[in-house]
């Protein structure tokens, strides 16, 4: 089975800093990789798909990279609303979950 | 108003059974593969089992493989997901969630707001 490793698992940085987290897929993916942002209490959300495709209505200061097994979120400018849980997802054959990387405002 | 509402959770004893349901609204339910999510008290995401449009494309997470049956009724626009041989690392929040586009291979672009499962004595 395909592992996939993010890192951080946490991080605080501070209003306006650019957030970069990565995820790494044990064996090659392509770009079937897709990011999602989850808010205490909340549902997740999807912010990323195939990869580096920005989904409808997510803001442009989130972006993604990457293909075959590294990939990466940025948060080019971070925001107070950016408080969250990211889990990167992979889905080229069965659906992995990465374990989740914490931000936090500093 | 596109939705996906989750009913049937609940206490359930170890070695029982449970049967979830997902209504969806809003949307052509059988334009889009749909899948079972599930996320333990304070962990992360795990993805449980997925189904295609037609049901003609099943998937299961290994840790429920042979005790979990995803099904989906198209005239009802519904999914579920039978929940057999109960164990204690099956507590969890379910979510019900939808495939970002008709293929079976794709993210997910909507949740629905979770069903709370608790397996206890």
């Known amino acids: 089975d395909i592992q996939m490793t993010q890192s951080p698992s946490s991080l605080s940085a501070s209003v306006g800093d650019r957030v970069t987290i990565t995820c790494r897929a044990s064996q090659g993916i392509s770009n079937y990789l897709a990011w999602y942002q989850q808010k205490p209490g909340k549902v997740p959300k999807l912010l990323i798909y195939?990869?580096?495709t920005l989904q409808s209505g997510v803001p442009s200061r989130f972006s993604g990279s990457g293909s075959g097994t590294d990939f990466t979120l940025t948060i080019s400018s971070l925001q107070p609303e950016d408080v969250a849980t990211y889990y990167c997802q992979k889905y080229n054959s069965e659906w992995t979950f990465g374990q989740g990387t914490k931000v936090e405002i500093k | 108003e596109v939705q996906l509402v989750e009913s049937g959770g609940g206490l359930v004893q170890p070695g029982r059974s449970l049967r979830l349901s997902c209504a969806a609204s809003?949307?052509?339910?059988?334009?889009?593969?749909m899948h079972w999510v599930r996320q333990a008290p304070g962990k992360g995401l795990e993805w449980v089992s997925g189904?295609?449009?037609?049901?003609?494309?099943?998937g299961y997470a290994d840790s429920v493989k042979g005790r979990f049956t995803i099904s989906r009724d198209n005239a009802k626009n519904s999914l579920y997901l039978q929940m057999n041989s109960l164990r204690a690392e099956d507590t969890a929040l379910y979510y019900c969630a939808r495939s970002n586009s008709g293929s079976f291979l794709d993210a997910f672009d909507i949740w629905g707001q979770g069903t709370m499962v608790t397996v206890s004595s």
């Open positions: 195939a990869a580096s």
């Open positions: 809003g949307f052509t339910f059988d334009d889009y593969a």
């Open positions: 189904i295609s449009w037609n049901s003609g494309s099943i």
